[in-house]
């Protein structure tokens, strides 16, 4: 069974930009979160969706926002980025709503910002 | 809020020692993940732990869960350079799949 994919593996934008990331969930999957990691700050909790809808939401600004298609894909959207903004994220997927399962987790895109 | 500790944040030990790795979580909680990340590489699922009691092995490792103490240990019996990463221990913020990670152990194994 495939993983967790996660496009594009490596990026860089300048301040001001935006970005969208994907991520495909493991076939049969309908729960995606997204995590973003920092030196500084760890491994932060940003969203998870579940069947199209947002069921959770971290302490991001709104410049931070996602979306779930049918298929169960989820796309991150990042406006009008800051340095600070410099990242690994990371999305994870699972079986069923709510932590009943293990969470799966992608390679991850490098967004590194200037 | 939920806040989980991790200690200690870098441990270096030799290869054949055994040490433990320390997981303490603020709010109650039945479900804690232990994860382990390679440099530059995403996170992978070592053990779920799902009820007080619980202990799980794996190899050179083994993970048991206190929910009484909100306390969680991740053993590592005579260790390889193989086991050389940085270990995560994370904690369900309520029913939904809101994972909060701990600092990190970042664990080197010396010949």
């Known amino acids: 069974k495939a993983g967790v994919t996660q496009t594009p593996r490596y990026l860089i934008k300048t301040r001001g930009q935006q970005v969208t990331l994907s991520c495909s969930p493991i076939?049969?999957?309908?729960?995606v979160s997204w995590y973003q990691q920092t030196p500084g700050q760890g491994l932060q909790f940003l969203f998870e969706?579940?069947?199209?809808?947002?069921?959770n939401k971290g302490n991001f600004p709104g410049r931070f926002s996602g979306r779930q298609f049918s298929n169960s894909r989820s796309e991150m959207n990042v406006s009008t980025l800051e340095l600070g903004d410099s990242a690994l994220y990371l999305c994870a997927s699972s079986l069923e709503q709510g932590t009943l399962g293990t969470q799966y987790f992608g390679p991850g895109t490098r967004l590194l910002v200037l | 809020e939920l806040k989980v500790e991790q200690n200690p944040l870098f441990l270096s030990m030799q290869e054949g020692k055994n040490y433990t790795i320390y997981c303490n979580y603020s709010t109650t909680s039945d479900r804690l993940y232990w994860y382990r990340q390679d440099p530059g590489k995403s996170l992978e699922s070592l053990f779920v732990l799902l009820s007080n009691g619980a202990v799980k092995q794996e190899g050179r490792l083994m993970a048991s869960l206190d929910t009484k103490a909100r306390l969680s240990t991740l053993h590592i019996t005579a260790a390889v350079h193989d086991l050389s990463a940085t270990y995560f221990c994370a904690v369900e913020g309520g029913a939904t799949n809101k994972l909060i990670f701990g600092t990190g152990t970042l664990l080197a194994v010396q010949p």
């Open positions: 969706y579940f069947s199209e809808t947002q069921r």
């Open positions: 076939s049969g999957h309908r729960s």
